[in-house]
């Protein structure tokens, strides 16, 4: 006999019980639980991922609690959306820009070079900044 479940639950088919939705999951329909993907958490009883706000990310999934999204760096401004998955998505300060070499890394603009926030090598040599942008 199947038994009714109620959403952030499911009911393995063959067990009859049902079971809340385990921390790092989440449960969209009434059968299956699914990991919690990167960029957000799911604590228990979750029906939906909740995205890690802004100025956070989380790459591994399995996220149980808002504590397990990581701040970005002193160096970077924030991201640019929620549900960030890298260090690589919180975007450089104004007056940095982003190395051409390695991403996850901000170089300061030296005398001379407009750069806004998370300006790229290529905006500056093309004079395509970012519209927030101010002299060094």
Same mark, same amino acid.
């Given at each position: 006999e199947r038994i009714s479940c109620e959403l952030g639950s499911y009911c393995p088919e063959s067990s009859g019980v049902e079971k809340a939705c385990d921390p790092g999951y989440y449960c969209s329909d009434t059968i299956t639980r699914t990991s919690c993907p990167s960029g957000a958490y799911c604590p228990s009883g979750s029906i939906a991922p909740t995205a890690c &706000? =802004? @100025?956070?990310? %989380? $790459?591994?999934e399995g996220g149980t609690e808002l504590a397990g999204c990581v701040l /970005? &760096?002193? +160096?970077? $401004? @924030?991201?640019? !959306?929620? *549900? !960030?998955?890298? &260090?690589? +998505?919180?975007?450089c300060n104004v007056n940095n820009y982003v190395s051409p070499i390695d991403p996850s890394v901000c170089v300061p603009c030296t %005398? *001379? =070079?407009? /750069? *806004?926030v998370n300006t790229t090598v290529d905006a500056i040599m093309t004079g395509t900044h970012s519209p927030t942008s101010a002299p060094c």
């Open positions: &706000p =802004m @100025g956070t990310y %989380r $790459s591994a /970005c &760096p002193e +160096d970077r $401004s @924030g991201t640019a !959306s929620t *549900g !960030s998955t890298s &260090p690589s +998505d919180c975007l %005398r *001379g =070079m407009i /750069c *806004g």
